[in-house]
């Protein structure tokens, strides 16, 4: 039996992505009898559905707003740029598969950070070896077996030479059917729970060294193979091209998450797609960094519980990309043949500090990160010069077989000139670093995009050793060591975000508690990389399902009572009437400044905004639909539209409905006070309204300007309705009425900050006015003599009139 048409789909758990920690998060629910819907917003990518052609290449990128439904998404920040994916199996699709445990001892305690604070890890290795065990076997963690390999080999040597012998970490790859001998593209045979790709045919690994960009062979055990599909056996709703947009807390428990499904077929721009609502008990945030991250911040007003922990310990995990060229051995060209292989086989390790065995500085991995095959052929051409020359003599030889040789016409040798040897695809092998960098970078929203402020200047020191080994490696393999273009304004590529909304031993330091749950808002979990509290060193992937793991646990051991459905209707407001003939005034105000959430007092929160650069920013078309009207009006009553922006209200809420009053004038008070309510409804859907007053009150000296362009500003939960209709009489009432909006508010402020127009702004305003309606001289004229006019008797008047007395 189907619910009503107007009731809420309700499920126990809403897991929102397909990564490491959603995945394994879907899993452990489903499999434990709970109702789970999965959203994951790109689209599935079973083997050989990934790209491969140059045309398919191109439009293999994350951008619904420019008709882009692909599989990577790239960001780029101050400090960094990012490389993460988009499709059922999250990260698992890009990722090279290593599956490397967090060193015991880099799991710290108080480790210093160089702009103050410290780095905790609130759990410890043994917490998570149960859970990296059960990880392991479902993942089919295996070292690379084969022992012919030239990277392989090569890399082995090499760090042995140097002092740092390389192991081969555990891969998620199958390299061979069970109890057999390794061997390539043997037919896999389906799990036993099925799979997500009905119909889809999986093979042994062919060493194409296709990982990275997704293994059509299905060799490469990703989640949508393994927990996905084991989820979706179990009952989980698994659905793609659903992509989550805000989520709030309901007053009888769970919460409401807004999402919309993408229309690939069709390409509707994002801003028409309609939004959704699902009630859920649990919320488990697996988006990735970037994703969860994000979509908190965006969420913020719904969530008043998260605290200033909210976007810190930011970190690309040290990630650094370079390249060895032009390998040789004594003296001649020696091939590594890196697109021969898994993209990663083999892992160097240097010591921390923190291991106690007398190395300094931090610590981290150095790993051999091997290619597709096929782009070696684009390195080859790439070469113009060579290629150009080889092209040159291979003309000549064709004309002179033809000519001078009497007609030779095998030209096999000749083509085999033309192609080259090879050499410089065949001795080059990138290199991937990666390590305990410092967790100092800071997530935010800026014009409501996601915004890292991020640098290498605290992480010089880690950075140089790991060039410094990688840079030894190249001189073991007689190459020639090259940064990746990028380094040399010091920025790098992180495929391995973390950060965000960090786990932490208490609100001031964490987002989340030790098991992912954030404080406050009970049932809601970030089980992804946001929830790192500093870099895990190794690849993360292995360390983000286990804590996911961990923490699905601990959801399974609490109370999971149906929560009520609560939804909070808006206020119903009487519609604005107009009179025949009527002529309006309109003008358009943008006011900025410093605004928190948290604070109550405006002045208060203006001044803690500064420190934390929050800010607010309304642009704001207020229009009298009636100056005649207006003007009698006791109240100056207009009506507002626009939209606000802040980086704390998740970005650019659009007015839904606003009212303006121009110095409504309390009896027997000298001053006047320019009134606002906007209302607003945040990205989790939770509705606000926005109340601010301008008070215009001659307090001593030449004020006029700071009263008529500051404006003290709270944002309070709920849509708080305008007031009524008032005679001269009720004007005091009403004003306090409208003063303490706040106190009327079940859930009261929250947020407080300070707006300006800035005189820049201001003359544009001056250009702004309109009228409509048949007397646009005389309403401008109207509108222009009660403003002036209550500037005078506010400012002028008494200190004429104290003048006469004296």
């Keep these: 039996m189907g619910r009503p048409n107007d009731a ?24 434990a009898g709970k109702h789970v819907v999965v959203m994951e917003r790109g689209r599935p990518y079973p083997p050989g559905a990934f790209a491969r052609t140059p045309a398919q290449m191109g439009r293999n990128f994350w951008d619904p ?12 920040f101050r400090g960094l740029e990012g490389l993460v994916s988009s499709g059922l199996g999250g990260g698992s699709l890009i990722y090279a598969n290593v599956l490397l445990r967090k060193d015991e001892n880099w799991f710290v305690q108080e480790s210093p950070l160089p702009g103050g604070g410290y780095e905790n890890w609130p759990i410890s290795r043994a917490d998570l070896d149960p859970h990296y065990d059960v990880v392991e076997k479902m993942l089919g963690a295996t070292v690379y077996p084969y022992h012919d390999t030239p990277k392989t080999m090569a ?5 042995v030479e140097i002092g740092m012998p390389a192991v081969r970490p555990p891969l998620a790859v199958t390299f061979a059917l069970p ?6 593209n043997l037919p896999l045979a389906a799990a036993a729970y099925g799979s997500v790709h009905a119909g889809s045919r999986r093979v042994t690994c062919t060493l194409c060294g296709e990982c990275d960009i997704g293994c059509n062979t299905g060799a490469k055990n990703t989640l949508d193979h393994t927990y996905l599909s084991s989820a979706a056996h179990h009952g989980a709703d698994v659905r793609t091209l659903h992509e989550v947009r805000g989520l709030r807390p309901l007053d009888g428990g769970g919460y409401e998450v807004r999402y919309v499904v993408h229309d690939e077929e069709h390409g509707a721009s994002t801003a028409s797609l309609p939004e959704r609502t699902i009630v859920a008990r649990r919320v488990v945030l697996g988006a990735g960094t970037f994703g969860t991250t994000f979509l908190l911040l965006r969420s913020r007003a719904s969530l008043p519980a998260l605290g200033p922990a909210l976007g810190t310990r930011f970190s690309g995990n040290g990630d650094l990309l370079t390249v060895l060229l032009n390998c040789t051995r004594d003296g001649k060209p020696f091939p590594v043949d890196g697109g021969v292989g898994p993209v990663i086989t083999t892992a160097i390790r240097r010591a921390d500090a923190a291991d106690g065995d007398g190395e300094t500085g931090r610590g981290f991995y150095v790993e051999d990160a091997g290619f597709p095959g096929f782009l070696s ?21 064709v004309v002179r077989n033809r000519v001078l040789a009497g007609g030779q016409s095998n030209i096999s040798g000749d083509l085999s000139t033309l192609l080259g040897d090879g050499h410089l695809s065949a001795g080059s092998l990138p290199l991937l670093g990666m390590g305990r960098d410092v967790p100092d970078g800071r997530m935010g929203l800026q014009g409501g995009n996601l915004e890292i402020d991020w640098t290498t200047a605290t992480s010089k020191a880690y950075f140089a050793d790991v060039r410094d080994a990688m840079e030894r490696l190249g001189d073991a393999l007689g190459a020639d060591f090259q940064d990746n273009p990028l380094w040399w304004a010091r920025h790098i590529i992180t495929v391995h975000p973390l950060g965000g909304a960090p786990i932490g031993r208490h609100v001031g330091e964490g987002v989340c508690d030790e098991f992912g749950e954030v404080r406050g808002h009970p049932g809601l979990y970030v089980v992804d990389g946001a929830a790192m509290p500093g870099a895990v060193g190794a690849n993360p992937s292995l360390t983000i399902a286990a804590m996911s793991d961990r923490a699905s646990t601990r959801m399974l051991e609490q109370d999971w009572s149906q929560p009520d459905a609560v939804s909070i209707a808006a206020p119903a407001v009487s519609p604005v009437t107009t009179r025949a003939g009527a002529t309006s005034v309109a003008f358009t105000e943008r006011m900025t400044g410093p605004f928190t959430l948290g604070e109550t007092d405006p002045r208060r929160g203006a001044d803690l905004a500064r420190a934390r650069r929050d800010t607010l920013t309304f642009v704001l078309t207020i229009t009298a639909p009636d100056i005649d009207a207006f003007v009698a009006d006791p109240l100056h009553r207009g009506q507002a539209v626009g939209f606000v922006e802040s980086n704390v209200l998740g970005g650019r809420l659009e007015v839904e409905q606003g009212w303006f009053n121009l110095f409504a004038r309390p009896t027997g008070t000298p001053g006047r006070r320019m009134l606002y309510r906007l209302w607003l409804t945040d990205a989790g859907g939770t509705p606000l309204t926005l109340v601010g007053a301008k008070d215009v009150i001659d307090d001593g000296g030449l004020d006029a300007w700071v009263d008529t362009t500051t404006l003290f500003t709270r944002v309070v939960h709920g849509h708080v ?18 003063e303490s909006v706040e106190e009327k508010v079940p859930d009261g402020t929250i947020g407080a900050g300070v707006l300006v127009i800035k005189p820049l702004d201001l003359a544009k305003q001056l250009t702004t006015f309109r009228t409509h309606g048949p007397g646009g001289a005389r309403a401008l004229a109207a509108f222009g003599k009660l403003f002036m006019g209550e500037v005078w008797d506010v400012y002028v008047s008494p200190k004429i009139r104290s003048g006469a007395r004296g």
């Design 721 to 738: 309705p305008p007031p009524p209709d008032a005679t001269p009489d009720e004007v005091a009432e009403v004003l306090a009425d409208m």
């Design 179 to 184: 109890g057999e001998d390794p061997a390539r």
């Design 155 to 159: 890399i082995e040597a090499a760090a």
């Design 8 to 31: 809420p789909e309700v499920v126990d758990a809403l897991v929102v992505g397909s990564g490491f920690g959603a995945s394994v998060a879907a899993h452990r629910l489903a499999s």
């Design 65 to 76: 707003s420019e008709g882009l439904y692909g599989l990577f998404d790239a960001w780029t």
């Design 377 to 397: 052929w684009l390195v080859e051409t790439s070469q113009l010069k060579p290629a150009a020359r080889r092209a040159a003599a291979f003309a000549w030889q």
